[in-house]
């Protein structure tokens, strides 16, 4: 039994010694774990987390490509609920689950930032990978900005291929904070307080506000060649809200030649950003679509636009056939499209709804485009563009950056810019008779030398007014005193026309701050301003010039006629009288038109008297002092323009003509073209609505008639429609500092459209 006793000694010490050895090796495993994870505070490739607030009290960190697993034993004594900061270094990110769920963290995040993140759900794994150039595509979290290095992503070969339009999508989840996108020194777009504020190059800023239910916006930049374009689009739920207008600018080279970079910047870090998706292609097409909003139904079939079909779920009339072409682009198959950085799973369109179309609906203009970048001549370049029958963009390319002399667009462009800076002051400077007065006297004197106006306009700006003497000087040799005249100042009345619509849309809340020494007539310059003097909205035409200009339009193909029924003012009262309006198309030769034109024009004659037998009057800064001073100055404008047309009458115009007893009260101009130089596509542009001065002017005296301009404005898109007129579009100059106006009735349409329908949309201004 001893000898048992002393054999088992050396057994018990042996067993004792493995066991004792077996704790030292799981110690030293621990160990081992532990330094694994706990990184050294130095390692620029780990991410480590801590358990207290601004990076204090390291719990462990992650190497790529490093997980932790927080639904397993990790053996390190941390649970995710511990975690409460989190450093990521520049060259690492971390994705962290949340069951199904994730997002990914490319920046650092404090406790604030992190609770937020976390809140809803617990977290069941983390792991760390290494950055690419896009470092993140889908629920990436922004704490306090990145850098998405465009250029570097998109491939080497795509730089000098000059026929591929390049796009970037990117899509917020909407939060309380405020947040900025910067591309390049290009554009500059900030979301704050409801309210997406754009601000390009050489440009004012423009607001739009955002719609309170929208849960996610999304930004489309898209560039070629020297242009860049912006759309933004505001869902809820993935269902479309609203598709804003492309607000477009120019760039002094072309874009892909400097190397571009996005930033996005969250102004506050303890709200994270979500960045829920972000992708990046090619495109390649013979023609870019400007359509814009107003051509779009809900669902994206080309070019850049088809990249929102991953974020909204559109609707088409041809469901099938829109999913097999939207298939194809994010599949790869279609060369003139393709994905060059992103992940992309898009939504198959739902039909499109057949609604039967309300009652009484006012027809209005949807914003289809902004344009920002019209070198300081948003009123004059469209009405020159308007005269020469050219578009605005083919104006731009041939003076900018060299000038061919004495073409239509390029003199008329120049001389109308020239006289707008130098007298674009003042209404009574910036007016038909001033023009003349100016070209007769640089004719004459080869000075300007008018008046003290003239003089003084030409000492302040010596350079512009030398520049229009010797513009006007040559062209004078060229094409004679009496033509020159004619030119400029029938491209002028377009210029004028553009102004009158603008002030006619320009809300008085909107009004910039800045005060202007725009003045018409004013009975003493000492006289004591009104409350209401400061109510106008309108800048001076020389500040005109500077803003953007929108393009509005409205899709014929859903646009169902409507009969207006005249109204009578009878003892105070508005009764519908027993006749109707009387319709006129005038369209054709001059041959054919003869008897009607007669008729009009002496109307139209009597009207311009009136809307001429008083002066206008602004306030010491140079607005219109009332609503009725601004209808008259339309009026006057509207009348000469509606002259002119019908004097000298081209094949493209079309004049309506509404009459009640035999009594011209109405008319309506448009003239039609092949938008793009495609008969495909045949647009319209509604140039002037004007209607008898009595009614406008006087508007509560017994027997007013109400209804003229709207039924004027019904008749002529009717016709249109019935001829193969697809768009209807308008030019509206949009004040910046205002929130920009996304629909618009027809101008110089008044109403009156209150005594007939109860549609939500923003009431038309003025009828004239």
Same mark, same amino acid.
């Given at each position: 039994?001893?000898?048992?006793?002393?054999?088992?000694?050396?057994?018990?010490?042996?067993?004792?010694?493995?066991?004792?050895?077996?704790?030292?090796?799981?110690?030293?495993?621990?160990?081992?774990?532990?330094?694994?994870?706990?990184?050294?505070?130095?390692?620029?490739?780990?991410?480590?987390?801590?358990?207290?607030?601004?990076?204090?009290?390291?719990?462990?960190?992650?190497?790529?490509?490093?997980?932790?697993?927080?639904?397993?034993?990790?053996?390190?004594?941390?649970?995710?609920?511990?975690?409460?900061?989190?450093?990521?270094?520049?060259?690492?990110?971390?994705?962290?689950?949340? +069951?199904?769920?994730?997002?990914?963290?490319? /920046?650092?995040?404090?406790?604030?930032?992190?609770?937020?993140?976390?809140?809803?759900?617990?977290?069941?794994?983390?792991?760390?990978? /290494?950055?690419?150039?896009?470092?993140?595509?889908?629920?990436?979290?922004?704490?306090?900005?990145?850098?998405?290095?465009?250029?570097?992503?998109?491939?080497?070969?795509?730089?000098?291929?000059?026929?591929?339009?390049?796009?970037?999508?990117?899509?917020?989840?909407?939060?309380?904070?405020?947040?900025?996108?910067?591309?390049?020194?290009?554009?500059?777009?900030?979301?704050? /307080?409801?309210?997406?504020?754009?601000?390009?190059?050489?440009?004012?800023?423009?607001?739009?506000?955002?719609?309170?239910?929208?849960?996610?916006?999304?930004?489309?930049?898209?560039?070629?060649?020297?242009?860049?374009?912006?759309?933004?689009?505001?869902?809820?739920?993935?269902?479309?809200?609203?598709?804003?207008?492309?607000?477009?600018?120019?760039?002094?080279?072309?874009?892909?030649?400097?190397?571009?970079?996005?930033?996005?910047?969250?102004?506050?870090?303890?709200?994270?950003?979500?960045?829920?998706?972000?992708?990046?292609?090619?495109?390649?097409?013979?023609?870019?679509?400007?359509?814009?909003?107003?051509?779009?139904?809900?669902?994206?079939?080309?070019?850049?636009?088809?990249?929102?079909?991953?974020?909204?779920?559109?609707?088409?009339?041809?469901?099938?056939?829109?999913?097999?072409?939207?298939?194809?682009?994010?599949?790869?198959?279609?060369?003139?499209?393709?994905?060059?950085?992103?992940?992309?799973?898009?939504?198959?369109?739902?039909?499109?709804?057949?609604?039967?179309?309300?009652?009484?609906?006012?027809?209005?203009?949807?914003?289809?485009?902004?344009?920002?970048?019209?070198?300081?001549?948003?009123?004059?370049?469209?009405?020159?563009?308007?005269?020469?029958?050219?578009?605005?963009?083919?104006?731009?390319?041939?003076?900018?950056?060299?000038?061919?002399?004495?073409?239509?667009?390029?003199?008329?462009?120049?001389?109308?810019?020239?006289?707008?800076?130098?007298?674009?002051?003042?209404?009574?400077?910036?007016?038909?008779?001033?023009?003349?007065?100016?070209?007769?006297?640089?004719?004459?004197?080869?000075?300007?030398?008018?008046?003290?106006?003239?003089?003084?306009?030409?000492?302040?700006?010596?350079?512009?007014?030398?520049?229009?003497?010797?513009?006007?000087?040559?062209?004078?040799?060229?094409?004679?005193?009496?033509?020159?005249?004619?030119?400029?100042?029938?491209?002028?009345?377009?210029?004028?026309?553009?102004?009158?619509?603008?002030?006619?849309?320009?809300?008085?809340?909107?009004?910039?701050?800045?005060?202007?020494?725009?003045?018409?007539?004013?009975?003493?310059?000492?006289?004591?301003?009104?409350?209401?003097?400061?109510?106008?909205?309108?800048?001076?035409?020389?500040?005109?010039?500077?803003?953007?200009?929108?393009?509005?339009?409205?899709?014929?193909?859903?646009?169902?006629?409507?009969?207006?029924?005249?109204?009578?003012?009878?003892?105070?009262?508005?009764?519908?009288?027993?006749?109707?309006?009387?319709?006129?198309?005038?369209? +054709?030769?001059?041959?054919?038109?003869?008897?009607?034109?007669?008729?009009?024009?002496?109307?139209?004659?009597?009207?311009?008297?009136?809307?001429?037998?008083?002066?206008?009057?602004?306030?010491?800064?140079?607005?219109?002092?009332?609503?009725?001073?601004?209808?008259?100055?339309?009026?006057?404008?509207?009348?000469?323009?509606?002259?002119?047309?019908?004097?000298?009458?081209?094949?493209?115009?079309?004049?309506?003509?509404?009459?009640?007893?035999?009594?011209?009260?109405?008319?309506?101009?448009?003239?039609?073209?092949?938008?793009?130089?495609?008969?495909?596509?045949?647009?319209?542009?509604?140039?002037?609505?004007?209607?008898?001065?009595?009614?406008?002017?006087?508007?509560?005296?017994?027997?007013?008639?109400?209804?003229?301009?709207?039924?004027?404005?019904?008749?002529?898109?009717?016709?249109?429609?019935?001829?193969?007129?697809?768009?209807?579009?308008?030019?509206?100059?949009?004040?910046?500092?205002?929130?920009?106006?996304?629909?618009?009735?027809?101008?110089?349409?008044?109403?009156?459209?209150?005594?007939?329908?109860?549609?939500?949309?923003?009431?038309?201004?003025?009828?004239?």
């Amino acid at each position: 039994m001893k000898n048992k006793q002393f054999l088992l000694l050396p057994l018990s010490f042996l067993l004792l010694s493995e066991i004792s050895c077996a704790e030292v090796n799981l110690s030293n495993s621990r160990g081992i774990i532990n330094a694994h994870l706990k990184k050294m505070s130095n390692d620029t490739l780990s991410a480590c987390f801590y358990q207290e607030d601004f990076f204090e009290k390291k719990a462990f960190c992650l190497t790529p490509p490093m997980m932790i697993d927080f639904t397993l034993e990790n053996n390190i004594g941390i649970r995710a609920n511990d975690i409460q900061s989190i450093r990521i270094p520049e060259n690492t990110q971390a994705t962290v689950y949340q +069951g199904e769920n994730f997002f990914t963290l490319t /920046d650092n995040v404090l406790r604030d930032g992190w609770k937020r993140l976390t809140e809803t759900n617990g977290i069941t794994k983390i792991i760390a990978t /290494d950055k690419k150039p896009l470092d993140c595509d889908t629920q990436c979290i922004i704490t306090q900005r990145k850098i998405i290095p465009v250029s570097t992503i998109f491939p080497v070969d795509i730089n000098h291929d000059q026929q591929q339009e390049r796009s970037l999508l990117l899509s917020f989840e909407r939060s309380d904070n405020s947040f900025d996108i910067t591309f390049n020194n290009l554009m500059d777009v900030t979301v704050d /307080d409801g309210i997406i504020s754009i601000l390009p190059p050489n440009s004012p800023q423009i607001d739009f506000s955002l719609h309170q239910e929208t849960t996610h916006i999304s930004f489309l930049f898209s560039w070629f060649e020297k242009e860049l374009s912006l759309y933004y689009l505001e869902t809820v739920n993935g269902e479309l809200r609203y598709l804003s207008p492309m607000i477009s600018m120019q760039s002094d080279y072309p874009i892909n030649q400097e190397e571009i970079n996005l930033a996005i910047f969250n102004s506050d870090d303890r709200q994270p950003l979500t960045l829920q998706k972000v992708l990046l292609a090619t495109h390649r097409e013979a023609h870019r679509d400007k359509r814009g909003a107003a051509g779009i139904t809900g669902c994206f079939l080309n070019g850049p636009l088809a990249l929102y079909n991953v974020v909204t779920q559109g609707r088409c009339n041809q469901v099938e056939s829109a999913w097999h072409r939207i298939n194809t682009f994010f599949s790869g198959k279609d060369p003139s499209n393709r994905i060059v950085a992103g992940t992309a799973k898009p939504f198959k369109p739902t039909p499109l709804s057949e609604k039967a179309p309300p009652e009484n609906t006012n027809p209005t203009l949807a914003l289809s485009q902004l344009k920002t970048d019209l070198h300081g001549q948003s009123l004059t370049l469209p009405a020159v563009s308007k005269y020469c029958q050219t578009s605005i963009d083919n104006v731009i390319t041939a003076r900018y950056p060299r000038q061919t002399r004495y073409s239509c667009a390029t003199w008329l462009s120049s001389v109308l810019a020239d006289f707008t800076m130098l007298f674009g002051s003042s209404l009574r400077t910036w007016s038909t008779e001033y023009l003349i007065q100016t070209i007769n006297g640089i004719l004459d004197r080869r000075a300007l030398d008018t008046d003290r106006d003239a003089m003084e306009a030409f000492i302040q700006k010596p350079n512009i007014g030398n520049r229009l003497i010797q513009t006007i000087t040559d062209v004078a040799e060229d094409q004679g005193r009496s033509t020159l005249i004619k030119h400029i100042t029938q491209s002028f009345l377009n210029a004028e026309q553009n102004y009158a619509q603008y002030t006619l849309n320009s809300h008085p809340q909107g009004a910039s701050n800045d005060q202007t020494d725009m003045d018409c007539y004013s009975e003493s310059d000492d006289e004591v301003e009104s409350e209401s003097d400061s109510d106008s909205g309108a800048a001076s035409p020389q500040q005109a010039q500077q803003y953007p200009l929108g393009s509005y339009q409205m899709q014929l193909a859903t646009y169902v006629y409507q009969d207006v029924l005249p109204r009578i003012l009878i003892n105070g009262e508005w009764q519908v009288a027993s006749e109707r309006f009387d319709i006129e198309v005038i369209q +054709g030769t001059r041959e054919q038109t003869r008897q009607s034109i007669y008729h009009l024009l002496e109307t139209v004659a009597a009207w311009e008297n009136t809307y001429y037998e008083q002066r206008l009057y602004c306030n010491r800064h140079g607005q219109f002092t009332n609503a009725m001073e601004t209808n008259r100055y339309a009026g006057q404008i509207t009348s000469q323009l509606i002259r002119s047309h019908v004097q000298y009458p081209r094949s493209d115009n079309i004049i309506i003509v509404v009459r009640l007893n035999n009594r011209i009260v109405s008319t309506s101009l448009a003239h039609s073209y092949f938008a793009g130089g495609d008969p495909q596509r045949q647009s319209s542009t509604i140039s002037a609505t004007l209607t008898d001065p009595a009614f406008v002017l006087t508007p509560q005296a017994e027997g007013t008639i109400r209804g003229a301009g709207s039924a004027a404005l019904h008749a002529m898109l009717q016709h249109l429609k019935e001829n193969g007129v697809s768009v209807v579009h308008a030019e509206v100059i949009s004040t910046p500092s205002a929130m920009v106006k996304k629909r618009i009735g027809f101008v110089f349409i008044p109403e009156v459209y209150g005594l007939y329908n109860t549609s939500p949309t923003p009431p038309p201004h003025s009828e004239l």
